[in-house]
């Protein structure tokens, strides 16, 4: 397959506080290079672009060399936390803006949809828009007739298609601008995360059409999502951002594990540490994942691993170990515990692991409650809400469900069909 799409250094700095550039000094003083044949002096300059850090200086490269390339008919995923640069790449790909230095090469048409109502006039009707969108794509009026019934019949808004945009709810809108960008036959199509904003089944129809405009049409798509399980099932390649720079570029399930090793520090607890200077207790406990890396948030399809060390005495050698996962509703979903005497035969530090099952827990936020005990005797140690992590959606059977409430867990129950009807 040719490459039809190629980012060549591409960086884009912005100056802090103010709208544009920057002031009137610095316009003049990039002029005043310029004629000279001299680079742009403030391009030497700039923080990175980390937005939970207190900025040094008045400019901030928003991405910073970004090298890649895309082929016809790939689906490249590009994923990272707020603020990586993930929509300033894609505006500048899609030519909404200009880079500050590097290059694109594309061959083909473009279509865009970066935000709720991107190349709409809103006070022109569905229809209207639908026309102007194709115009602006380079199709004349009789090409963009012949999709016309496709393109209103796909986004579900015939009753209001002769109505302005002004009027239409967010989803709409979004119905509307997918269904011309997906249907006026560009060479590559760039999806921001709208996609959000519509419902379950309007995700799985636009899923299901970016599929077979890539697999079937040989089209080239660029998708930005929070969402792993759209991620994991649509696309072929994956770039992964942070603070402006690629980290990751390579196949779909290690660039999901790559995001997901990002967030391990955002507001969950992994590690806890205690010094017991005699008696008995839990000691430490770490969540970790696959690679032994100390991690708290984990794809659906994950194998949880806990580490746990323990200071025993020989009198609690009865005694039993085990923890509680308790959701964020503080719903306990499922206790394990084992008896100490059953692995140990001696008082002395030990240290234990334990593996939560990968397609178990349902995608949600949980906590972990652990205690050393003799049941009905004597609470040795008791840690509440110690540990915490979460379960990204990367492809479970219900990921078309999103955002309802399917309980706690997943059981493959078996389900066979019998010789006759009951």
Known sequence: MSVILKAENISKQYRLGTVGM?????????????????????????????????ASGDYVWAIKDINFEVKQGEVL??????GAGKSTLLKILSRVT???TGIIKTKGRIASLLEVGTGFHPELTGRENIYLNGAILGMTKSEITTKLDEIIDFSGCEMYIDTPVKRYSSGMTIRLGFAVAAHLEPEILVVDEVLAVGDAEFQKKAIGKMNSLSKGEGRTVLFVSHNMASINSLCTKIIVLENGNIIFEGNTKDGIDSYLQLNQN???TGVYNKKIENGSGIESLVIVDKNNKNRTEFGFDEVIT??????????????HLG?????????????TEFKLSSKIDSAGVYSFIVEIPHKFLVPNTYYLNFGLHIPNVI????????????IVETGSDFHIYQGRDFGCVFVNCAWNEIAYPI
């Open 379 to 390: 609470m040795i140690d008791y840690l509440e809400n110690c540990l915490s992590f979460q």
């Open 306 to 319: 806990i580490k746990c060390k323990i200071l025993i005495e020989e009198k609690y050698l009865n005694a």
């Open 77 to 82: 995923g590009i994923i990272g936390k707020n």
């Open 266 to 268: 955002t507001g969950f």
């Open 22 to 54: 920057g002031t009137l000094s610095h316009d003049l003083n990039r002029w005043w290079h310029s004629i000279r044949g001299k680079e742009d002096p403030y391009l030497k300059i700039g923080g990175v672009n980390d937005r939970s850090l207190k």
């Open 98 to 100: 200009a880079p500050s």
């Open 323 to 335: 923890f509680r996962v308790v959701d964020k509703s503080e719903q306990i979903i499922f206790t």
